[in-house]
């Protein structure tokens, strides 16, 4: 009896260890298939822009998306396309915002990092974060109804909609992307660096500029260029308060319209689905996905090539 009673159990522990090891073979599948997604996504996205794009150059030629200086798709008697002005508008707004983001964010993140109290960075970080948390939108009809008015009393010619507004409001909501990753560069420094440098009779703000934030440099200025590539890529605030000008200019004060608005605009009806201006926006589109990916790239890039090992 006890014989079979231990036949029984080592059959029954015999078909666990099978299931055991039917559900670890499972394991590594799930997790590539999750995995993938990403992958596919991605690939599938640049898929469905090469193919419309080729739509929208054969019956556009490259030297006049690329070096005419008009875009007027829907003019039905003469229909231009050119990127030139959307991509002036988009260029014009990145500088506005990263000359808001760069400064404040990068002396936030010095203040985190080497003068604020413990207490101070537990208070003051979360507040910084906030900010990124706000909805875009919120912050396009905060440039349309306060920046804009307020900035149009101090200068008269500024239109209604124009590139300033949005461009330093999308510098506002970068702050706390380049402080974030700024701060988190500074503080990997190692404490021995700091000390070594005050121990030789330097003050706290020389051993900030002249030691800890040339040791961080490639983390910051990383940061830099994904603020940069962020604001290549917002699309509310510009589409709420820069306007829909497409004319080539690089005026700040007019109404000018950057890529990710142009894209809005197409897709909202204002184009026929096949028609050659409905085409433009892929071709839009895949212009501004190569901006960004070179962007992280390069970002990538200065990371490994300037990065300090301690």
Same mark, same amino acid.
């Given at each position: ?26 394991v ?35 030297r ?26 988009t ?29 101070a ?52 909501m ?22 070594g ?5 330097? !003050?706290k703000?020389?051993?900030? @500029?002249r #030691?800890v934030?040339?040791? *961080?440099?490639? $983390?910051?200025? +990383?940061?830099?260029? /994904? ?29 000018m319209? !950057?890529?990710?608005?142009?894209? @809005?605009? #197409?897709?909202?009806?204002? *184009?026929g689905a $096949?028609?050659? +201006?409905?085409?433009s /926006? ?29």
């Amino acid at each position: 009896m006890a014989q079979s009673t231990s036949v029984s159990a080592l059959i029954k522990e015999k078909r666990q260890k099978s299931k055991r090891q039917k559900l670890e073979n499972l394991v590594p599948a799930f997790l590539f298939a999750a995995a993938s997604v990403s992958v596919l996504t991605t690939v599938g996205i640049l898929l469905t822009l090469i193919v419309e794009t080729a739509m929208f150059f054969s019956e556009v030629s490259f030297r006049e998306f690329f070096t005419s200086t008009e875009m007027q798709p829907l003019n039905r008697n003469n229909p231009t396309f050119s990127i030139l002005p959307l991509l002036s508008a988009t260029l014009l707004s990145t500088v506005i915002a990263m000359f808001v983001a760069i400064p404040i964010g990068l002396t936030t993140a010095v203040y985190l990092s080497e003068y604020a109290t413990e207490s101070a960075r537990r208070v003051l970080k979360p507040i910084v974060e906030v900010l990124a948390g706000i909805p875009t939108i919120v912050y396009g009809f905060f440039a349309f109804t306060f920046v804009t008015p307020v900035l149009r009393e101090i200068i008269p010619i500024l239109d209604r909609t124009n590139i300033l507004s949005p461009g330093i409001v999308m510098g506002i909501m970068i702050i706390p992307m380049v402080a974030s990753l700024s701060e988190d560069a500074l503080s990997s420094v190692p404490n021995s660096m700091r000390e070594g440098a005050m121990a030789f009779g330097a !003050t706290k703000f020389e051993a900030t @500029v002249r #030691v800890v934030i040339p040791a *961080a440099i490639s $983390g910051i200025i +990383a940061s830099f260029v /994904l603020g940069i590539s962020r604001a290549i890529g917002e699309t509310m605030i510009v589409t709420i308060a820069s306007g829909s000008n497409k004319n080539l200019t690089f005026d700040i004060t007019q109404s000018m319209q !950057t890529m990710t608005a142009y894209i @809005v605009e #197409v897709t909202s009806g204002d *184009a026929g689905a $096949g028609t050659t +201006a409905y085409y433009s /926006l892929y071709a839009v589109a895949i212009t501004l996905f190569f901006f960004t990916l070179a962007m992280n790239m390069l970002a990538k890039y200065i990371s490994k090539r300037f990065r300090e090992a301690y």
